[in-house]
């Protein structure tokens, strides 16, 4: 049992790496895309400005792009748009951070889905503001760095179909790498007759004009990379890590950075005609009765898969408001990207296939927990388990009437189940042995507290005989989620002083690791298989 808990304790240790596009992507892309976008807005935007541009993608150390790889260190990524940033990014990256990095690499709801896109839109809104006023040029460059993160985290298959919010960690990790793996497909509109329209096509002369002076360490882009889009075409995209291997997807994600980027130079001066403007809608259900459970999903209907997009719109006046880290974890935030409608005329948008995601709620979770628990003298034990399947976590599914018409309403399963799990357990006390499995259902957690149910038989063994038992319990959780303190409440079996083997309630406390393949592969150094599937 030691060894075992030693073991677990270097797990811990080594729990921290999950990311969002890693980070050689993230500052790679926002550094070519910063220089490109100079180019671009080289008769439009303030040349003082231009020049601090410039200077600061091609620094050696604390880069425009080493701020939006920052973003993925820091719950509150307020701290990254003041003057101060770099400030607060060194010590981050010192092992004594260790525990804070990885609370925010876990804790990053903000990453996915809708609320990446409302905190791209409210980051961005206060750098084009900044922009107007040469005081803040500093302020406006770093807050554009840390909007990019979010657009970019957009653009990555795994955060476009993940429900984070309210899901566990390692469910989210499954379907997150699940289509990080194989992809999803992009409708790109941004071409006719071959050739990139205005303003894609300016963008990408600056980007290849400026392809000599791209930083030289990380993601590289080839001339190859700059034909990707010159056509009106479907584009398969995969999830972090995978830049390398899809040019279409690496040359996208360039030109809406620079895009963004370049609205916010030209904010110095006049300002850009026109913005990018983004809309999301969550998978749907038909609406059926209280309390709002849904039981059957309209199948036939293509608004039960997830939307989102990005075109462009005429630009509009901004005045820089207070971001708050409670106000981009608020609904509110959330409201401000609106639903993908029928009428909209994306330049990109996500084209999710029905037998890509499943229609009635269900998906594969893939992972290993591991609980350690016990009390000297009294009982301990430990399990190993593997995550079988799971659900849609609490406000992923919106609700439609019977019309296919989207409400403000979204669903929730009755129980709240995020996922359940399979595991083989093993106990011990001074008097008897006992080996078992069981099936574990993870209740949806409040806030940071979750709850699991564990129901499985157990083959016991003492001085008297052998027998088998039905044991109950209740795991309570805190914590990451990934690494958790553990309070086993459980209603098992004991051999009792006269040597009589009976029915008794434990209360043990211990230690929970939960971790998705993701984690398992970086581990092992597993390489995944190329993407894209269906490409």
Known sequence: MRTVVGLLLVMVLLAVPARAFDGYEHRSVSNAALLAAVRYAEKTADPKFLAQARFLAMKEHDTFGDLTVAVDWFQD?????????????GPRQRFNQALRRAMSVHRNTLHFQRQALCSYRAFHRNAMAYAADPLMWTEA?????????????????????????????????????????????????????GQLDEPWRSLAAAALAECPGFPSKGLLFFDDDFN??????????????????????????????????????????????????????????????PPRSYHVLRQSNEK??????????????????????????????????????????????????KEDYSSDGLFDARGVQVTIAGLPLVRRSISIGRLVKGWDPPGSVEAYDEKMTPTDETYSEVWGVLYSAFALSFVESSDYRAIGGRVELALAPYKRVGGTIMLGPGIYKWSGGRTTRLDVGLKLTFGLEVVNVALLLERAHEVDESGRFRSRYFVTPGVELTLSNSWLRSVFHRKGRPCCKGE
């Open 304 to 353: 039960v898969v997830p939307k989102g997009g990005v075109t462009l719109e005429k630009r509009v006046a901004v005045t820089p408001e207070p971001v708050t880290l409670d106000f981009l974890r608020d609904a509110k935030c959330e409201k401000e990207v609106p639903r993908c409608e029928d009428t909209f005329a994306p330049a990109v948008s996500y084209d999710v296939m």
């Open 77 to 89: 990524v307020t701290k990254l748009t003041t003057i101060s940033a770099f400030d607060a990014v």
């Open 141 to 193: 460059l770093y807050t554009e760095a840390v909007a990019l993160h979010f657009l970019q985290d957009f653009f990555s298959a795994g955060h476009f179909i993940t429900p984070r919010k309210s899901s566990h960690d390692a469910v989210a990790g499954s379907l997150h790498d699940h289509f990080g793996r194989v992809g999803l497909k992009l409708s790109v509109n941004l071409a006719h007759g």
């Open 228 to 289: 990707s889009l010159n056509e009106n075409r479907e584009v398969r995209i995969g999830g972090d890590g995978r830049l390398e291997e899809v040019a279409a997807q690496r040359f996208l994600v360039l030109l809406l950075s620079a895009k963004s980027i370049a609205e916010v130079l030209e904010a110095s001066k006049d300002g850009s005609p026109t913005q990018l403007n983004e809309c999301f809608s969550l998978r749907g259900a038909v609406w059926t009765e």
